[in-house]
């Protein structure tokens, strides 16, 4: 049973460019949360996808966008990149009748330069 | 003040001891209430959920919560080196916002032989 998976792992980037983050869930999970996690601290939560819509969001700024497809895949897309922006994408799964019991993937480290 | 709160680490406990890990919530409202384990340079993991004023105990792990107090914590009995690792207090506010986990900035757990 394959568990959460993203990609990439790694991704260094340059301010002002745009970014693409994807993940799959695991097997039998139908909604997708994306969370930021900076150096030291707990995760931030960006956005959740469920339905192929966006259910709930965070206090990130519309550069932050997302989507989920119907096989339930979901992408993180982050435009005009800033050097705050450097941190853990964290990709989380779940069922949508489980609020917050989340099962993380290993994660997508950006460097922003 | 912070939304979720948690004692300022890092803690440090010799093996076989009690470790007490502790947090605390501003949503009055708050409905579910998380512990996530997250290893270095590892992704999070659950290790304790909870949903109503009491003691729920899975093995060696007590998550105790007190919404009167908002209160929730954490005890790991019999600690051992392979518990050493960040423990990431979580809280779901329900209701509109059932799909969102605001998490603590975690509290650094040593174990040493």
Redesign the interface.
């Given at each position: 049973d394959a568990g959460v998976t993203q990609s990439p792992t790694h991704l260094i980037k340059t301010r002002g460019q745009q970014v693409t983050l994807r993940c799959s869930p695991k097997s039998g999970h139908d909604t997708v949360s994306w969370y930021q996690q900076a150096l030291g601290q707990g995760p931030q939560f960006i956005f959740q996808y469920y339905e192929e819509e966006e259910r709930q969001r965070g206090n990130f700024p519309d550069r932050f966008s997302g989507h989920q497809f119907p096989n339930y895949s979901s992408e993180l897309n982050v435009n005009a990149l800033l050097l705050g922006d450097s941190a853990l994408y964290l990709c989380a799964s779940s069922h949508r009748d489980r609020g917050g019991k989340l099962f993380f993937g290993s994660g997508t480290q950006l460097s922003v330069l | 003040q912070k939304e979720?709160e948690q004692n300022s680490g890092p803690l440090s406990v010799p093996e076989g001891a009690i470790a007490s890990l502790n947090c605390t919530y501003s949503d009055r409202g708050s409905q579910?209430?998380?512990w996530?384990r997250q290893y270095s340079g590892?992704?999070?993991?659950?290790i304790m959920?909870i949903y109503s004023n009491g003691d729920k105990e899975d093995g060696r792990f007590t998550a105790q919560l007190n919404k009167a107090s908002q209160y929730v914590s954490l005890l790991i009995r019999d600690s051992q080196p392979s518990d050493s690792a960040t423990y990431?207090c979580?809280v779901?506010a329900?209701g509109t916002?059932?799909?969102?986990?605001?998490?603590?900035?975690?509290t650094i757990l040593t174990v040493h032989p």
């Open positions: - | 979720v579910s209430f998380f996530y590892k992704s999070p993991e659950l959920s990431l979580a779901n329900g916002s059932y799909g969102k986990l605001t998490f603590g900035q975690g």
